[in-house]
């Protein structure tokens, strides 16, 4: 819980991967 709190900019960096990461998939399958 402790980690949650304090390092809130380390959750939206997974989070901005994550959508990065599902962005990039989505633009190869239009691509492919």
Do not use: W
């Not at 390092?7 to 399958?29: C, D, I």
């Amino acid at each position: 819980n402790i980690l949650k709190v304090h390092l809130p900019g380390v959750r939206q960096g997974l989070e901005k991967m994550k959508r990065l990461r599902e962005e990039g998939y989505v633009q190869e399958l239009k691509h492919g």
